[in-house]
């Protein structure tokens, strides 16, 4: 547990550097967000940078409650991203996920209030992937709602559970991430 409290403040300190690189250089989102959550975007940067090695990869803002990955490229139209992440240290349960919607900003024609893949990130104890599972939007059922809250995930390696909200069966799920443990070090 003492292990978990340094590893945690060592990463707080991290977070706090990467506030001084320019956005598109950082590795890790800015201060402020949940520790689990920063450490699923962490993983979930260098798969989007491994899967889309071509493309300019930005970490949204803190306040930006739709997208947390925006993937771009020549030829790739705008990924927006929604990542969510739990743990072996938690219960499951995932953050409030947050409906869609095609709002475009008339001031800079960015679309500020959507996403179009939902990635839900598995953790094992040492806070490493064990599954990624890629929805698209037809995938999660909002049900009239603007949020889903108390969702939680389909175990990794098991061919049921999970909320109904979302369609497991459907999604996109990746279980090698050997090419992420070689290029994806904390220390560098």
Same mark, same amino acid.
């Given at each position: 547990?003492?292990? $978990? *409290?340094?590893?945690?403040?060592? /990463? ?13 250089? +950082? ?5 402020? %967000?949940?520790?689990?959550? =920063? ?19 930005? *970490? ?7 997208? %947390? /990955? ?8 705008? =990924?927006?991203? $929604? ?6 240290? @938690? $219960?499951?349960? *995932? ?17 500020? @209030? ?49 909320? +109904?909200?979302?369609?497991? %069966? ?5 279980? %090698?991430?050997?090419? /992420? ?6 220390? @560098?």
């Amino acid at each position: 547990c003492d292990s $978990q *409290l340094e590893y945690f403040s060592r /990463l707080e300190k991290l977070q706090q550097a990467e506030n001084e690189q320019p956005v598109a250089d +950082r590795l890790l989102p800015g201060k402020g %967000d949940q520790k689990t959550g =920063l450490i699923g975007e962490y993983w979930a940067l260098h798969y989007a940078r491994y899967t889309y090695p071509s493309a300019t990869i930005t *970490l949204a803002g803190h306040s930006q409650k739709f997208w %947390d /990955l925006q993937i771009a490229g020549p030829e790739l139209p705008p =990924l927006y991203v $929604q990542v969510k992440t739990v743990s072996a240290f @938690g $219960q499951g349960k *995932l953050s409030p996920i947050h409906q869609p919607n095609n709002a475009t900003s008339a001031k800079t024609s960015q679309t500020s @209030g959507t996403w179009n893949e939902l990635w839900i990130l598995q953790l094992d104890r040492r806070l490493h992937p064990l599954a990624l599972w890629r929805f698209h939007p037809a995938q999660v059922q909002f049900a009239n709602a603007e949020q889903i809250t108390g969702a939680t995930i389909r175990q990794a390696g098991t061919i049921r559970g999970g909320s +109904r909200c979302l369609d497991w %069966d459907q999604a996109t799920l990746v279980t %090698d991430f050997a090419h /992420l443990a070689l290029t994806a070090s904390p220390s @560098g």
